[in-house]
């Protein structure tokens, strides 16, 4: 709801901005996913084809050991070999060539039944010699024979790691804690393991490694060393966790690398390959080069359209939004039309011409204004003048029959001259408040000399620098004195108080009559509102409302209540400014 109300009050640039990356915006979203989705479904998959590659070629190294390891004992147990390792030295020279050279081609034949067989060969202590497979006359080498002997290994896998040569051995006899009488030995062909683990990923730039972390051996397919080490860091993590196999993304050199491992009991060993994510996804880096451009290219639409909207459209709409916060300061100025036959130039020409109109409509209608002030006042005073003129003669015919009144009669004369001087001035309109009070202090002095003591009045506040409608305060003083003091027979008060909150300033009439119910002045607020649509022929408060609010405006005027005297109070709302 707080988004609906916050574009709602934003402005038209805005609300098409949003609606325009709103609908940009999704569209790069899903382009983005699709992309980062199908690169990684393409991942995983290319990943369990390496997996399963991996499998294959791990278990068909496991397979042609086992099968090594089980046909091994056929060999052991050949009786040529038992003859010449217990007799070989009591034997012919004839006879004993004669069975080496048959040992040699069962060996041959053991050579030759796996490709991953690199030499086979048989240890005799008895005659210091191992027979080879193609060679008769070698000596035997003592450190090695002793790596072959299967009472020295502390390990159960089959195979011996020695000199950087991997051997899978079987001694005569099998269980005996004794030296053995002879040992046949099969060494695998390394460089075969090494093709094979480089089959694996070769083709996508990968490299391969068989890793023996208990044993500390590694067969590997040219792999850098730093990766090599990494390599072993990563195969002992899996060991700890216990993963056996599976595939993730390192980096290394600032790269990523899909590696992809799997464990083999037989070997006790990890097969890894790591390939370079590049090489896999070079299609799918093609297309997220090809997104990033799109993005790009969608901030230039952005920047264009901005661009386009702000210059051919916001800105001719804001340039007539200001025009008509002109008119509304009443600063009637017509807006250049820099626009063609569109339509902010068909609103220009519209805006023009109301401006025209209303200029003419505004100057008839403010000289009718002001010929209708006048008139206005022109009948409060031919109103005022002869009623006020009787009494002000009677209360003078009053004081000069009486003998010692002839210097309140000389006052009283006095005083009937300041107020229908002033009453008679008819050129201004507009005068000072100041001027304004003096004129009701007149008028308050006469009616002492009428009244006596009988009303006291007071004039508090002091009076700001305006200019006023003539005649504003003097009448509601004046209906005062007709409505509530002047029949009143205990004390009468009139108090006259003024203050000024913000632009208004307000002129207080109070008094302390009874006579004024609260339904009367709940009527005579009424009349007030409603003195606009309705003539009025009085003297009285609903005149000088009028002319107030001629004057400042429909919010200023009169209003009325009950006074903290007991009577009524009128409030005279004027312009502070």
Known sequence: MKIRFLIKDSSIFQKIMAAFLAALFPLMAITWLINEKGSENIRSEISESILNTTRFYLDSLDKEADRISRYLPNYVMDKDLMEIATTGNYMSYYDRAQKILDIQRRLELMKNSSPFIQEARAYIPLIDRTILSNKFETSMNKQEYASMQQNKRLYEEPFIYWNDRLFISMQYPINTIKNPI????VELSTTKIRETLSQIGSSRGGQSVLLNLERGWEIESDMDQELLEQMKSFAADKRELQKDEGYETIMYNGKRFLTVYKYSSLWNSYSIMCIPEETILGSLEIYRTLFWWACALAVGIVVFFSYFLLRFIYRPLMKLVHSFRRVQQNRLEPIVIDRGADEFGYLYQAFNSTIRSLKTLIEE?????IRNQRSELKRLQSQINPHFLYNCFFVLCR????????????QFCLYIGQYFQFITRNDEDDIPLGLEVNHSRTYVDMQTICYGDRIQVKFEGDVPNLFVPRLILQPIIENAYKHALGNMIQQGELWVHCERV???????VEDNGRSIPDAEIEQLQKRLRQSTTRMEETTGIINVHRRIQLRYGEEYGITVSRSALGGLQVRINLSAN
């Open 365 to 369: 209608n403010y000289e009718q204004q």
């Open 182 to 185: 002879y040992i046949v030995a």
């Open 399 to 410: 004081l000069i029959k009486s003998e010692n009144q002839k210097e309140k009669a000389y």
């Open 502 to 508: 913000g632009d208004v300033f307000s002129i207080y």
